[in-house]
C-alpha cells in the first residue's frame, strides 16, 4: 500500500512536539531567543529523541527547546499553520491538535491570546489546504489542580470554535485520576469532550481510573492495559478507543521495539486503535512513516486500514459534518 497517497486522520498530536527545527531557528533569530546552537543539524541532535530513550521523563525533556519560540501570538500561529501544512502535504484529512495554554505564558500572553492564536493558525490552513481540524486544550500532571481548572474556564468560549476536547498529559504517576477528578467533570459540563494520557508507563490500572473516575471517552497509548486484565476488558467492553502512536511508545519504553507493540494484537480482538506520530519533531516521523512501521511488523491488511481510519472518523471529536466529509475522502 502507498500509505502517503492514502487519506489519514490524526487523533494525537503535540503542537509543542511538531515544530520544525528551521522555524525555530528562525524565530530565535527574530526575537533574539538564545538557542544551544543555531546549526540545523546541531539542533535536530537536541529535539529528537533517540530510540534508546531510557524513559517517558527523558522523551519529554525534548520539550523545553521549542517551547522557548512559542512565546508569541506570531508564532504560535505559524507554527500551527506549519503543522497543518505539513499534515495535509501527506494527505492528513483531519487533525486534532493538542497543547498546553499554559506552557506558553512566559512572556506576558494570556491564556485567551494564546488559544486564539492556535486556532487562527488552523483556520488559515484550512482555507490553504484540503485538511479540516479541531484542538484539544492539554492540562499538565505535573501543574496544580487549580491549574487545570483555569484551561478548562478559559477555553470554555472557544468551544464549538475551534476548541473541542481536555486532555491531561505529562509524566504519568499512578493514581493521578483521582487528583483531576473535579476539573474534568467540569469541562465535561461544559460540553469539552474528553481523552486522558494514561497507561504509557506501565501502569495500566490508569486506564481504568481514566475511564472510571475521569469519564474518558478516548486514552493518549493506553499501552500497558496489556497487563492489567481489568483494565483491558474495560477498553473492550466500552470500545474506548486507543489513540496509538508506535515509534514515541519505543522512544519512552512503553515497548522495547516496534514488533513488541501490542498495536495489532489489540486491533484482532476488537479494541479499537487509532495510528498517530504524538510528537512529529520529537519522534522524527509522520504519519505515513507511523503506518509503514506497523504494517512492516504485522503485514495490515487494505481492510485493516481501512478499519483504523473509520475508527479514527469515528472517534474524532469533529461535528458529523466534518465526519462525513472524511469518510468521503476515503
Not at 66 to 72: D, E, T, W
Not at 173 to 194: M, S
Not at 234 to 251: A, D, F, H
Request: overall charge negative.
Amino acid at each position: 500500500m502507498n500509505f502517503l497517497s492514502l487519506p489519514k486522520i490524526e487523533l494525537h498530536c503535540h503542537l509543542d512536539g511538531s515544530v520544525r527545527t528551521e522555524t525555530i531557528i528562525d524565530i530565535a533569530h527574530k526575537e533574539g531567543i538564545q538557542l544551544p546552537s543555531f546549526d540545523e543539524k546541531e539542533l535536530k541532535n537536541e529535539l529528537i529523541a533517540p530510540l534508546e530513550c531510557d524513559s517517558l521523563d527523558e522523551y519529554l525533556k525534548r520539550f523545553s527547546l521549542p517551547n522557548l519560540v512559542m512565546q508569541s501570538k506570531e508564532s504560535l500561529k505559524r507554527i500551527t499553520f506549519e503543522l497543518f501544512e505539513d499534515a495535509a502535504r501527506e494527505n492528513v484529512k483531519y487533525l486534532e491538535v493538542r497543547f498546553g495554554p499554559l506552557l506558553h505564558t512566559l512572556k506576558g500572553l494570556d491564556v485567551e491570546e494564546i488559544i486564539q492564536s492556535v486556532i487562527e493558525g488552523m483556520r488559515e490552513a484550512e482555507r490553504y489546504y484540503e485538511i479540516k481540524g479541531n484542538v484539544i486544550l492539554s492540562c499538565l500532571r505535573s501543574m496544580s489542580v487549580e491549574s487545570a481548572f483555569e484551561v478548562v474556564e478559559k477555553g470554555k468560549k472557544f468551544l464549538g470554535k475551534g476548541v473541542v476536547g481536555i486532555d491531561l498529559c505529562a509524566s504519568e504517576e499512578e493514581g493521578f485520576c483521582g487528583r483531576f477528578i473535579e476539573p474534568i467533570a467540569l469541562a465535561k459540563e461544559y460540553g469539552y469532550r474528553v481523552t486522558i494520557h494514561a497507561g504509557e508507563t506501565g501502569i495500566g490500572e490508569n486506564v481504568l481510573e481514566a475511564v472510571e473516575l475521569l469519564g474518558a471517552e478516548r486514552i493518549g497509548h493506553g499501552v500497558f492495559i496489556k497487563d492489567c486484565a481489568e483494565a483491558y476488558k474495560e477498553v473492550k467492553e466500552r470500545q474506548i478507543v486507543l489513540e496509538m502512536c508506535p515509534t514515541s511508545n519505543v522512544q519512552t519504553k512503553a515497548v522495547q521495539n516496534y514488533s513488541e507493540h501490542p498495536i495489532y494484537k489489540f486491533h484482532e480482538d476488537g479494541i479499537k486503535v487509532t495510528i498517530s506520530t504524538d510528537n512529529r519533531t520529537v519522534s522524527d516521523t509522520t504519519m505515513s512513516k507511523e503506518f509503514h512501521l506497523v504494517n512492516n511488523e504485522f503485514n495490515i491488511s487494505e481492510e485493516d486500514y481501512r478499519q483504523i481510519f473509520l475508527n479514527s472518523v469515528e472517534a474524532s471529536f469533529a461535528d458529523k459534518e466534518t465526519k462525513e466529509w472524511c469518510i468521503a475522502q476515503f
